[in-house]
C-alpha cells in the first residue's frame, strides 16, 4: 500500500489538473482566443468606420458631389438612354453646321458578347479594340448607331472632337468619307459614314471599399469638363401634344 | 562528530517514504494551485477582452448608424468611381479618332486631295486611302510620312492611275494607300506608348 501511495497522489494530481486544463482553461482558453479575433476584427472595422467617416466628410465639404454623381451616370447610363443619344449626336452633328441625313440605332448588346464576335470574325486583326474583357466594363451594353453625315470637312474634325468631350460616352468604330466635289475643285464638302457605340451599365460593378469612396479632383474635373449638346426632354414642360386629326399637316 | 542512526532499518525505510511522499504531495498540490491560478488569470482575462469586444462592436454599430445616414453621398461616390473606372477601360480600347485624323491631316503633302477614306479599327487594313494627286512622287512622300507618324503603321502603296478630268484638261495621278493603326491615341496605345514616343523624338 506504502509502494501505490506516491504513485496515487501523482495520479489523483495529474486528474485534477486534467480537470481543470478540461473544464476551466481550454474553455476559457477557447472563448478568449475566439474573443480576441473578434476584437481585432472589430477593432479594424473601427478603423476602417473611422477612416469612411473622414472620407465622408471630404466628400460632404463638396456641395457639387450629386451634380457630378448625375453627370457620371448621364455619361455611361443605367439604362440605353437610345433616345437622348439620337439628341446628343444630332445637336453635336448640328453645333457643327453637320447635316444628319440618315441616323439608325441598333438593339443594344452586352460589350462582352459583342467583343467575343469580334475576336473570332477577325482573328488576325491588327488593331482589335475589343480583344481583352476588362472587369469594370464587363456588364457594360453597348448602343450601337450609325449615321450618314454631310458638311464640311473641317466641321466634320470639329465633330469627332466634340463627341471625345461630349456628355455621353461615345465610341466610333467605323468612319467612311467621300468627296462630294469633282476632283481637282477647291469645294471641300463631302459625305460622312460613321458607325460606333455609346454605352450603358446596369449596375454599380465596384465595391463598397474606401479606396472606391474616396473621389480624386481628376475624376471631378473630367466630369464637370464634359460638355451637353442636346438638350434633354422634359415632358412635364413640353408643350403641344395633342392633335384632333394627326393625319392633317401640321 | 559521527552520526548514529539506531532506528531499525524498516522505520528507517518507512520515515524515507513518509518524506518522499510529502514532497510529492506538496509538488503535487503546488502544481494543481499553479493550474488553478492560470485558469483564474484565463478567466479575468476573457472578460477584459469580451468587455474590449463589447465596446468595439458597440463603437461599430455606431459609427456604422452614422455612416447609414450618409449611405447616398456613398452611393454616389461608388457610382462616380465606377462610371470613372468603366470609362477608362472602355478608353483604353477605344480610337480617339480626332487625335488619328489630325495627324493624318499633318502628314499629307499639299498636292493630296482625298477622294475616299475609310477607317475602321476591328479590321485590317485599317485605312483605306483614295486620292489624287500630280505625281507618284507625291504619294511615296506622303507614304513615308505616314510611316514616320506614330499613329499609322504597315502603310501600303496599293495602286495608282493616270486619268484626266473631263472638265479640266490637266491629267490627274488616283492612288490608292493601304495603312494600319499603330497607335489608338495619345496617351493609349496599340504597340506600346514607349515606342511611340520614341519614334516621336526620332521625328523631331
Redesign the interface.
Known sequence: MTKRKPFLIFIISIILILIIIVFVIWPVVASVWKSWQELKQAQSEQKTVEEKKQIIAGLKTNPRIPEISQIALKYIPKDSESGQLVIELTAIAGSNSLKVEEMSMEKSQEASAKEEETTTASPQTSVNPTATSPPAAAQTKEVDFSMKLSGEFINFMKFLQEIETSSRLISINTIALQSKAPSGTEVAAFDAQIEGAAFSKKEVSLTDTLENIKISNETIEKFLNLKTFGQPINLPTESGFGRSNPFEGY | MININLLPPELKL?RL?AK??AS??SY??V??II??I??VI??S??ST??A??TT??S??AQ??A??DE?KD??????????????????N???????QV??DL?NSVPQDV????????????P?FILQG?TTTEREVIKFKEKLENSVFF??VAFKSSSLTK?Q??E?E?L?FTLEF??EQ?SITGS?SGINQGFKKMKEIK
Open positions: 518507512r517514504a518522499r511522499n510529492l504531495v503535487c498540490i502544481a494543481v493550474f488553478a492560470l485558469g484565463a478567466k482575462l476573457e477582452i469580451k474590449n469586444l468595439a462592436t463603437n461599430v459609427g456604422m452614422q455612416l450618409d453621398l456613398q452611393e454616389m461616390a461608388l457610382a462616380i468611381n465606377d462610371r470613372e473606372k468603366t470609362t477608362q477601360e472602355i483604353l480600347q477605344k480610337v480617339f479618332w480626332s485624323l489630325q491631316l486631295q482625298f477622294e475616299n477614306f475609310t477607317a475602321n479599327s476591328a479590321k485590317t485599317n489624287n503603321q504597315n478630268d472638265n479640266q490637266a490627274k488616283k494600319d493603326l489608338k496599340v
